[in-house]
């Protein structure tokens, strides 16, 4: 079986398949696809429209047609000689509910459940209410209204024999050592005498076994019709029809492993471990090795039989400890190597979900083959950013939205502000677990709870980066200079009493080894106080960059998305060419990517949007333009006109970036299905700015308004019109920037990550928006035609150029796979007027040479073309100097000989807008070897 070359990623649900994926297996094939890089496939919520709310790691999706289903594709797979790349998430599962028979298990049984060390729960709260109990905040209102308006349902099972209550889709399992607190009001003599048995339970050690006897006595005496209509008559009694149904009913709640709540009161009082603030999503502890065996069990079966050649681990800054998670899972795959079908990679792949921060690198020392490439976006993104735009587009945005501040003062506003709301219980944990370390010693132990809340606060609002990654051996060198950055913003934001409190913090988050800590009660808090940090750093980050500043400060919103600096508006060539070389010399076979299933904008989106930082005051007067024409459509609202200036003027580049070179604004079908999905969009960024309206409490009439705009402003002919025109201006110089971040993706260091659906042109915004449909036949039949990418270009504007140029790039990656996996990265320097246009470099492998150069900031020298392609004469005396040769037309038939005088711009990129070449020194390259890469030398500006 092949090398991993190519992913494709694939979002399965009940509308997608396994079964409908084995269908496109040749279609992929064809495009030169060798692996689907498949979406979470372990049973998940019915109805899960991306699997990561799974409720069993231990079997494959029903839904999605189950391991014979899986088995299938493999095959069909195997067949054409690609593979499968398995997203698991050891993070988390789904609560709540009552599809997760573990989650259901510890509700019924607490601390005394074997599952009950799955969840990361705490029970030793310091709520007295919540002393061995977890708070389960699923109730619609307040508790005492659900219990009076008899939404809380007893229920019996049959088939479990076992009680519970119902709550909407909820489920909430009665402890059966309190059966009898609801059989004893039995009439039915022999029903009644149940209560015994299991009030038995209470005094037995093997309650959770013995449990099993009783159940199965009261299931033989529920087979009487007379004991069946006895137990009608019971429950009826914790109904709300009954005069004491609710009081019954609370008595009884109160005696479970539970306490339930509104869910409000999830941010102020959880006391379990969540994904992010998502209160629906619980941690799981894979740390511990029971724990990790059960969850890990189906995909390394499955890479054991050779099913799938690699793992992808979602949200690994999740995890206690990330670095010896992926240790000890690269262990057992590489334990496994031997074990695999003889066709079958010895080498599988393991990936990390990482979002890298400014200047941050993935950790070498985890022994994974990389992340799932979303620094690959921002890299390419920053490149594709005019600089001259951002201080115009700047003061277009302060001037509007009338917000002074930088982004990176709106991430320390917002790292705050959900530190408060959302993540407050998970913040006053980790407080209180650095306060346990405080009092184990006579220097620390006057140090208060708030005086660690003030300086953890303002640690957590500086720090730079999703997490740092201490354990019992102290902090990473590679973390010391993030950390030394969050100290220093601390320092400056704390009073000097608090500063010594910080210092003491600094220490005791591994500063100080653990491990070189003598009392061993002491170490243990250490280690405590270091994993509830590293724990909650992430999700802050999350909220509070992607999720909230990132809708809150809209320069230019391309420049915010997953994984994106927003605080850098543009990158110069020079850094981007560094993380290539980087990226080949410390993880070549990572993934790139462009989109993703996690993108707040498709990758042709961000490509237009690049376009208008080129056009930074032209947009400003038609913005002003346009704001005036909208006056009239705007409402009036006690707190100010909806929509606010920034969310109008966010809207405007939405609506450039979104709108298709195809779209028709006198096409009605059309134009309501664009509004449909821009107001689906708007609905989710006003909640996630959290300023004019919220998921916890949504302002209704603010987003009715706002969706009111909308539509008008698209059934507003003069408005409408003009916001066209602006985007045709957008067309040639955004289908340039995809189809060069597209050559980019293939060709530098890295496994290029394809989204479903991108290899045409992807102007999907958020989720669920990129999850749409893929039109598979569509693009099954543009394949089918051969088109060449000079042909394609022709009608350029139905996306087939972009399949076209893949196409070519992914059979070069098939001829070559040597040349991609191993060749060094060499940056080309450019002479000429309008050098700082193009992006050159070329990949170098045993006597082969690929060249690849694609122009940037495109709009000035497109001049009145009427295709994405720069007329050569507007290169003027731009030149490049590569390697003197005939070089062959990766994406044309032209061969090139190119002297050492070097060659022309306008030469090189005569017939499409990118080029790639390819350079055969004659060489014997019959038995290539992994060559060790060079240093790297920067010639480039």
């Known amino acids: 079986m092949n090398e991993i070359l190519a992913t494709v990623r694939l979002q399965f649900h009940r509308g997608f398949t396994l079964t409908d994926a084995e269908h496109w297996v040749g279609y992929y094939a064809n495009l030169g696809i060798s692996h689907f890089y498949a979406s979470p496939l372990q049973a998940s919520r019915a109805g899960s429209p991306h699997g990561y709310d799974g409720i069993d790691p231990t079997r494959i999706d029903p839904e999605l047609g189950g391991e014979a289903a899986l088995e299938r594709l493999v095959s069909r797979l195997r067949s054409r000689g690609m593979g499968l790349i398995l997203d698991i998430v050891p993070n988390h599962l789904a609560v709540g509910g009552s599809q997760n028979r573990w989650w259901q298990d510890v509700l019924a049984w607490g601390n005394d459940s074997p599952y009950a060390e799955f969840f990361d729960i705490d029970w030793h709260s310091n709520d007295p209410q919540l002393t061995g109990k977890l708070l389960v905040p699923f109730l619609g209102d307040a508790y005492a209204e659900i219990l009076q308006s008899g939404e809380l349902v007893l229920g019996y099972d049959a088939d ?41 339970l209470q005094q037995r050690e093997d309650a959770y076994t013995a449990a099993g006897d009783a159940r199965y006595q009261l299931r033989k005496v529920m087979e009487s019709p007379a004991a069946r209509q006895s137990l009608d008559a019971v429950i009826a009694l914790f109904g709300s029809a009954n005069p004491h149904g609710a009081t019954r009913l609370h008595t009884l709640l109160e005696r479970q492993h539970y306490r339930l709540a509104w869910w409000r009161t999830a941010s102020d009082e959880i006391n379990w471990r969540r994904f992010f603030d998502v209160t629906e999503l619980g941690g799981v502890r894979v740390e511990i090795p029971e724990v990790f065996e059960v969850v890990h069990a189906l995909p390394l079966r499955l890479v054991e039989e050779g099913w799938v050649d690699g793992l992808r681990v979602d949200h690994v800054d999740g995890l206690a400890d990330p670095r010896s998670y992926c240790l000890q899972l690269r262990q057992r795959l590489d334990a496994l190597q031997e074990k695999r079908p003889a066709e079958a990679p010895r080498h599988v792949a393991l990936y990390v979900e990482k979002i890298l921060g400014d200047g941050e690198t993935l950790h070498c020392d985890w022994r994974v083959d990389g992340t799932s490439g979303y620094e690959f976006m921002n890299e390419v993104s920053g490149i594709q950013h005019d600089p001259a735009g951002a201080a115009p587009l700047s003061r277009l945005w302060h001037n509007i939205s009338g917000r002074d501040y930088d982004f990176t003062t709106e991430v320390h506003l917002a790292r705050r502000e959900i530190l408060t709301s959302l993540l407050a219980s998970e913040f006053a944990a980790c407080a209180r677990s650095l306060h346990a370390v405080a009092r184990t010693q006579l220097a620390s132990r006057d140090i208060t709870l708030a005086a660690i809340s003030r300086a953890l606060e303002a640690l957590i609002v500086h720090f730079p980066i999703y997490r740092s990654y201490a354990d019992d051996a102290g902090r990473p060198d590679a973390d010391a200079p993030f950390f030394a950055q969050a100290m220093k913003g601390a320092r400056q934001a704390l009073n000097p009493p608090d500063i010594a409190v910080l210092e003491a913090m600094e220490r005791w988050l591994g500063g100080e080894a653990p491990c070189d800590v003598a009392d061993d009660e002491e170490r243990r808090l250490r280690q405590r106080a270091i994993v509830r940090f590293q724990q909650l750093t992430s999700p802050v980050a999350a909220k509070a960059v992607e999720d909230t500043a990132g809708y809150r400060s809209a320069v230019l919103i391309s420049r ?20 290539n070389v980087r990226r080949g010399h410390q993880f070549p076979r990572t993934m790139v990517t462009t989109a993703t299933h996690d993108h707040k904008r498709g990758e042709d989106v961000r490509a237009r949007l690049a376009a208008l930082s080129e056009q930074a005051t032209d947009f400003a007067n038609h913005v002003e333009h346009w704001r005036r024409l909208a006056a ?13 200036p920034g969310d109008e003027l966010i809207l405007y580049q939405l609506l450039l970036g979104a709108w298709s070179p195809t779209l028709d604004p006198l096409d009605n079908d059309e134009m309501q299905a664009f509004v ?29 308004a706002s969706r009111a705009f909308l539509e008008d402003l698209m059934t507003t002919p003069p408005l409408r019109d003009a916001i066209a025109a602006a985007a045709r201006k957008l067309d040639l110089p955004g289908a340039i920037n995809g189809l060069v971040q597209t050559v980019l993706r293939l060709t530098v260091p890295g496994v290029p990550d394809l989204y479903q659906g991108a290899e045409f042109w992807d102007y999907s915004l958020v989720d669920p928006d990129n999850r749409r449909p893929v039109d598979h036949a569509e693009r099954k039949a543009a394949l089918d035609e051969a088109l060449t990418p000079t042909d394609a270009l022709l009608t350029w504007r139905d996306g087939r150029i972009k399949q076209a140029i893949i196409g070519k790039l992914l059979a070069l990656r098939h001829r070559y796979p040597m040349l991609f996996i191993h060749g060094d990265y060499y940056p080309l320097s450019v002479s000429g007027v309008h050098a700082d246009h193009i992006v050159a470099f070329t990949r170098r492998y045993a006597g082969y040479q690929l060249l690849v150069v694609v122009p940037r900031l495109a709009t000035e020298l497109l001049g009145e073309a009427e295709q994405p392609h720069i007329p050569p004469q507007r290169w003027e005396d731009t030149h490049l100097l590569p390697e003197a040769g005939l070089w062959q037309g990766v994406l044309t038939e032209s061969s090139l000989e190119i002297s050492k005088q070097g060659v022309p711009i306008a030469t090189l990129l005569a017939e499409l807008p990118v080029g790639v070449f390819l350079l055969d020194d004659g060489t014997d390259s019959s038995d290539w070897i992994t060559s060790p890469l060079h240093q790297y030398r920067d010639t480039s500006k």
């Open 160 to 200: 479990t024999a076992g009680f519970h209550v119902d709550y909407h889709e909820h489920r909430f399992p009665i402890d059966p050592r309190h059966y009898g607190d609801i059989l004893r009001f039995a009439e039915h003599n022999a029903l009644h005498e149940q209560a015994a048995f299991f009030d038995a």
């Open 560 to 579: 915010n998305d997953v994984g994106f600096d927003g605080e850098h508006f543009s990158h110069s060539r020079k850094r981007f060419h560094e993380a």
């Open 632 to 644: 009239p459509l705007r409402r009036s609202l006690r707190d100010g006109p909806a929509p606010s």
């Open 676 to 704: 449909q999905r821009l107001a689906q969009w708007q609905q989710k960024a006003l909640r996630e700015a959290k300023l004019s309206s919220h998921w916890l409490w949504p302002d209704d009439t603010y987003e009715s």
